[in-house]
């Protein structure tokens, strides 16, 4: 379909007014997920639909992209940008931040919920931590046999008498010098 100059102009202006409205979801997103990679996320995610829509338009129109056509898709969204789009953005900006005194109202809530009941859980079961590490402690210091004496190194003499060994077996001796 061959279309005239202004025509062309004019079909991608009105584009570019509907595609604002890409522009005016992907914004919300921005508003609701309030960190830097979402920005990013949205930002390239407008820029590559902007970008296939030009080429999806231009193809209807010609059989090439003409500058007049990218010329008018772009003003069709700045139009739209700081027409309608500046009166939607006071809208939405209220509505975030209600949205995120009400959520936020929500999570500081079910936190401090959760840390009362951790504590409540914790003061109960604080006797039990202490009964289990004494037991386990003490199971740990009877396992200990502490040194006879200090030059031979024999921890478990009354098991090894048992089985029928001796510190001396499967112990190999070894002598080093130093120097020359």
């Not at 949205?99 to 929500?106: A, E, F, N, P, Y």
């Not at 200090?150 to 080093?176: P, Q």
Request: hydrophobic share 45%.
């Amino acid at each position: 379909m061959n279309v005239s100059i202004p025509d062309c102009f004019m079909i991608a202006f009105a584009v570019g007014l509907i595609f604002g409205l890409v522009y005016e979801a992907l914004r919300i997103a921005r508003l609701i997920l309030r960190w830097d990679a979402a920005v990013f996320i949205c930002d390239v995610a407008f820029f590559i639909l902007a970008a296939q829509a030009v080429m999806t338009l231009s193809e209807l129109l010609g059989s090439y992209v003409r500058i007049y056509t990218i010329l008018g898709f772009g003003a069709g969204v700045f139009t739209y940008i700081v027409t309608i789009g500046r009166i939607l953005n006071i809208a939405e900006s209220a509505a975030s931040s209600a949205w995120r005194r009400s959520i936020g109202k929500l999570i500081h809530t079910g936190t401090q919920k959760t840390k009362k009941a951790f504590g409540i859980i914790a003061h109960k079961s604080k006797s039990e931590f202490v009964r289990i590490s004494k037991v386990c402690g003490e199971g740990y210091k009877k396992s200990q046999s502490y040194l006879k004496s200090h030059t031979k190194k024999l921890y478990n003499k009354k098991r090894l008498d048992k089985i029928g060994e001796s510190e001396n077996t499967h112990v190999i001796k070894a002598s080093v010098r130093r120097g020359s």
